[in-house]
């Protein structure tokens, strides 16, 4: 059974620093990873969405690396604002079966001013 | 870009209520589904829709039930609410295959 594990579960860093949060997967048989971020009782928003056959996708100040074989995904922020502060979940599709997205537990991130 | 969109954004029912929580998609997805979130617990799948009138159990579909009868709309039922059930409820969509999910804004639904 696919599982899904984020360290760490909370971050805090101070403004302007680069961070990175890590995903780890046990099964490389995925369709695509999705990193998602929510904020305190809302919903998620998706950030990036990176195919198997890719390596990485960037968006603004963020770039999501994955590395199937391994079964690792960082998500990279570059110059942390305090309106980064949030949860963020990844999640990956697997093939077998067609089954639902398999979540982490998230790392609630805190950036300080 | 596809909307997900939730009914409500805040729920407060009495215990012994029959609840409805709707859900509608706008770019004529295949697959719908329900997930509740809970602190400590992360997310977890209710039911899951992959055609009209299709259903599937997720991981925690016990006190739930679901309705597809339009493409764009999945209901999430609570037969008989209880305070147990007290949680974000978050509704999510996607096509087939390689493409991502788009979740919607959520309904905290409280339970008295």
């Known amino acids: 059974k696919q599982e899904v594990t984020q360290i760490p579960a909370a971050l805090s860093v101070p403004e302007g620093e680069n961070l990175v949060l890590n995903c780890s997967f046990t099964d490389s048989a995925i369709y695509n990873l999705q990193w998602f971020r929510q904020d305190p009782g809302k919903g998620l928003t998706s950030l990036l969405l990176i195919q198997s056959s890719q390596r990485e996708q960037t968006s603004g100040r963020l770039n999501a690396s994955l590395d199937k074989s391994s079964g690792r995904s960082t998500l990279y922020i570059a110059a942390s604002q305090p309106g980064d502060s949030a949860t963020y979940l990844c999640?990956?599709?697997?093939?077998?079966?067609?089954?639902?997205?398999?979540f982490g537990k998230g790392t609630r991130l805190s950036v300080i001013a | 870009d596809v909307k997900v969109t939730q009914s409500s954004r805040y729920l407060v029912k009495r215990t012994g209520e029959k609840v409805f929580l709707e859900c509608v998609q706008d770019?004529?997805?295949?697959?719908m589904f329900w997930y509740r979130q809970d602190p400590g617990l992360g997310l977890r799948l209710i039911y899951f829709s992959y055609d009209v009138k299709m259903k599937e159990k997720g991981d925690i579909p016990e006190g739930y039930s679901v309705s597809r009868e339009k493409k764009e709309r999945f209901s999430l039922i609570l037969e008989s609410a209880s305070t147990n059930q007290t949680s974000m409820y978050l509704c999510a969509s996607s096509l087939e295959g390689v493409y991502g999910y788009t979740f919607g804004s959520g309904t905290r639904l409280t339970v008295v």
């Open positions: 770019m004529d997805h295949e697959n």
């Open positions: 999640a990956v599709r697997p093939i077998v079966g067609n089954t639902p997205l398999v």
